[in-house]
Every structure is written in structure tokens, then in C-alpha cells.
């Protein structure tokens, strides 16, 4: 997890919506920390094909911080 956490991060800093994609696979990650990186850097690129994704974990995502 701390891997995949970490690319979503850096994709996200990276600011390259080439990286969209992968970042919009992170967002359904078992894990909450990449789950919430992922989140995060979809943020940060725009990704308007995320939102649907987004509002998912808003609404409905097992873990607080996550939802936040």
C-alpha cells in the first residue's frame, strides 16, 4: 500500500493528467491511505472523469477520513 499511496502523491504533485487514469484506479484501493492519496491527486489534476468516483467515497466510503 505505502507504494501505491506514494505514486498517487507524487502523481498528483506531478500535476500530469496523463497520470489520471492510475489516479482514478486508486480511488476503489483497498486501502484507506491510498484511497485518500488518490482522491487527493484527482483533485489536484482535475480530473472531471473522476467525480463520479469521488462523490462514491464521499457519500458511502467504510472509513471517516476517507469520506472527508
Known amino acids: 500500500p505505502l507504494q ?6 507524487v502523481a ?3 500535476d500530469d ?3 489520471a487514469e492510475a489516479v482514478r484506479a486508486g480511488i476503489d484501493d483497498p486501502s484507506a491511505r491510498v484511497r485518500m492519496a488518490s482522491l487527493w ?4 489534476l482535475g480530473d ?3 467525480r463520479p468516483a469521488v462523490e462514491r467515497a464521499a457519500a458511502g ?6 469520506r472527508e
Open 4 to 9: 501505491r499511496e506514494s505514486i498517487a502523491f
Open 12 to 14: 498528483g504533485a506531478l
Open 17 to 19: 493528467p496523463r497520470l
Open 41 to 44: 491527486a484527482a483533485g489536484v
Open 48 to 50: 472531471a472523469a473522476a
Open 61 to 66: 466510503d467504510e472509513v471517516e477520513q476517507v
